[in-house]
């Protein structure tokens, strides 16, 4: 009894082992015989990351970035310079009396606007006889070496007289940068912010570097009918030596991607990244040899949030 229970088991596995066989080959028929499924279009990735919004051009305009066009120009290539406001060595008179003798009377003070032959005081020389110092021209004193009771000599200046409506501006140029600094060359003179400003020409350059500083000075008359151009005044010199270029942007445009100097030029609605090779560089624009062509539009006043937005969506970061 025990026997046939057995072997019937056994018939019985080897038959449903049989029908799943028999199923599955039909199931990889019935498989291989259907249509291409055909799958729903997944989100495609653009160069951007997906989910993250690409600002257009329009939205950065909206947030204050310009728009400017490359092209001819001139690169304002310019050096800014140390410099200081000194007497017209030319209308500066040091006057002193001819003979030695007494002060007996002292008319003009330090800051006294005189006239051409005002007297400023008077010496008693020696054998007793008056005599008086006169202005040279109409000025200003500016430096007075008398008092009443003691004695004048002709080897020392009793009074400095300067006419001031007109001031030398002593420019102090490092050799390195004397092919810019020639006489004739535009140059601004302006004082600390908020103060004068005045555009005048280099009227002289030193011909030796001086010992001591290892520097060259170059001078600057500038017009002073207001009297603002004090002298001992510390200002910047800036000369001007602009460039002529086929392509020219400005400096703002000019941002660093990946340790290269870039624009962000308008393509369609969307900016990209452009490597550009730069050459004369000035102070509000610069010259690009390469990358660019005339009539491309870049970004310009506040092209830095361009860079920022495109590091941003692209995963980039500036080496």
Request: proline residues 6%; charged residues 25%; aromatic residues 6%.
């Amino acid at each position: 009894m025990r026997r046939h229970r057995v072997a019937a088991t056994a018939t019985s596995s080897r038959r449903i082992a049989a029908a799943i066989g028999a199923f599955s080959s039909l199931l990889a028929i019935a498989v291989a015989s259907l249509p291409p499924v055909a799958f729903a279009d997944e989100p495609a990735e653009d160069e951007h990351h997906a989910g993250q919004h690409v600002f257009t051009v329009e939205e950065f305009i909206h947030s204050g970035v310009t728009i400017v066009s490359a092209g001819p120009g001139i690169v304002d290539v310019a050096v800014e310079l140390p410099a200081e406001v000194r007497p017209n060595g030319d209308r500066l008179a040091h006057i002193a009396p001819r003979f030695s003798g007494l002060v007996r009377e002292v008319r003009k003070s330090v800051g006294d606007d005189v006239k051409a032959g005002e007297v400023l005081a008077v010496v008693e020389s020696d054998n007793l006889s008056p005599f008086e110092l006169r202005a040279a021209f109409a000025g200003t004193v500016i430096d007075r070496h008398i008092v009443a009771g003691e004695t004048a000599s002709p080897d020392k200046p009793a009074y400095i007289i300067a006419d001031l409506s007109t001031v030398w501006v002593l420019i102090s140029a490092y050799p390195q940068v004397l092919d810019l600094v020639r006489v004739g060359r535009p140059v601004r003179i302006a004082a600390s912010r908020g103060g004068p400003e005045i555009e005048s020409r280099v009227s002289y350059v030193s011909p030796i570097v001086e010992e001591e500083t290892r520097m060259v000075t170059a001078r600057v008359v500038v017009a002073n009918p207001n009297g603002e151009w004090r002298p001992g005044l510390f200002v910047t010199a800036t000369i001007e030596n602009p460039v002529d270029a086929a392509i020219v942007v400005p400096r703002r445009a000019v941002q660093t991607v990946a340790g290269k100097p870039a624009v962000f030029v308008v393509a369609g609605e969307r900016f990209e990244v452009r490597t550009v090779e730069l050459g004369s560089s000035g102070r509000s624009t610069v010259e690009v040899r390469s990358g660019l062509a005339a009539g491309d539009r870049v970004a310009s006043e506040r092209s830095f949030l361009v860079k920022a937005e495109l590091l941003k969506t692209e995963g980039g970061h500036e080496d």
